[in-house]
């Protein structure tokens, strides 16, 4: 029960990442930026400096500074401590009570808070769609491609992907500014991303076609 500690691994690079089925290309009047609960609770498994933490959070970070460069709208989940039996639901018997109402535990780390007017949604089950008005958001600003970062790759990533597909919301996820439980896991989400439902895709190619 609860988060396992994670032992470092290296992060996929380019050359390594699964070939995907869909042809989409990521364009910035299309496309939002998620930041998928970066919150020092879901970190702390980790060793912050080393991979694969530290070099993700650096490219998200690159990818932030791009994103709000073009104009891309940003928004963050982020879960509220101390929540209740009803509304943590099933992932209460899988992960226990999670985490407590502090900022020790909800705080998003510092190198990538949120800017004003930016959207910080109220994070409920693995996929940023849920119970949340993120497609309403998107929509409103003519947005219908999302690139996702963040925690953990092959739960909420893979989770909040696979329903941008099911919504006709064309998903990308920046497979060096992701994280998880280990480079199995994360290779595991990329494959089955890139199989069924998204285009993974490095950050340095991501800034490559978002000049």
Same mark, same amino acid.
């Given at each position: 029960?609860?988060?396992?500690? =994670? $032992?470092?691994?290296?992060l996929?690079?380019? %050359?390594?990442?699964?070939?995907?089925?869909?042809?989409? @290309?990521?364009?910035? /009047?299309?496309l939002?930026? *998620? #930041?998928?609960d970066? @919150?020092?609770?879901?970190?702390?498994?980790?060793?912050?400096d080393?991979? +694969?933490?530290?070099? %993700? =959070?650096?490219?998200?970070?690159?990818?932030?500074?791009?994103?709000?460069?073009?104009?891309?709208? #940003?928004?963050?989940?982020?879960?509220?401590?101390n929540?209740?039996?009803?509304?943590r639901?099933? @992932?209460?018997? *899988?992960?226990?009570?999670?985490?407590?109402?502090? %900022?020790?535990?909800? %705080? =998003? !780390?510092?190198?990538?808070?949120?800017?004003?007017?930016?959207?910080?949604?109220?994070?409920?089950?693995?996929? $940023?769609?849920?119970?949340?008005?993120? /497609?309403?958001?998107m929509?409103?600003?003519?947005r219908?491609?999302?690139? !996702?970062?963040?925690v953990y790759?092959h739960?909420?990533?893979?989770?909040? #992907? #696979?329903?941008?597909f099911?919504?006709?919301?064309? +998903?990308?996820?920046a497979?060096?500014?992701?994280?998880?439980?280990?480079?199995e896991?994360?290779? @595991?989400?990329?494959?089955? =991303?890139?199989r069924t439902c998204?285009?993974?895709?490095?950050?340095e190619?991501l800034?490559? !076609?978002?000049?």
């Amino acid at each position: 029960m609860g988060l396992p500690r =994670i $032992a470092p691994y290296p992060l996929p690079a380019q %050359a390594e990442l699964p070939a995907p089925r869909a042809t989409w @290309q990521p364009r910035a /009047e299309r496309l939002a930026l *998620l #930041v998928h609960d970066m @919150q020092r609770y879901f970190l702390a498994p980790y060793a912050p400096d080393a991979a +694969p933490l530290g070099p %993700a =959070i650096a490219n998200l970070a690159r990818l932030l500074e791009r994103s709000r460069a073009l104009g891309v709208p #940003v928004f963050y989940t982020a879960q509220k401590g101390n929540q209740e039996r009803c509304d943590r639901g099933l @992932q209460a018997d *899988l992960w226990g009570p999670g985490m407590r109402a502090s %900022a020790e535990h909800e %705080a =998003i !780390v510092e190198e990538l808070a949120p800017r004003a007017g930016e959207h910080v949604l109220v994070k409920h089950r693995y996929s $940023a769609f849920q119970r949340s008005n993120l /497609e309403t958001l998107m929509r409103a600003r003519g947005r219908d491609q999302l690139l !996702v970062t963040g925690v953990y790759a092959h739960i909420g990533c893979t989770a909040t #992907v #696979v329903e941008a597909f099911q919504r006709d919301i064309e +998903p990308f996820i920046a497979a060096d500014a992701v994280a998880d439980f280990s480079r199995e896991d994360h290779d @595991q989400a990329l494959r089955w =991303i890139a199989r069924t439902c998204g285009v993974p895709m490095s950050t340095e190619a991501l800034l490559e !076609v978002l000049r």
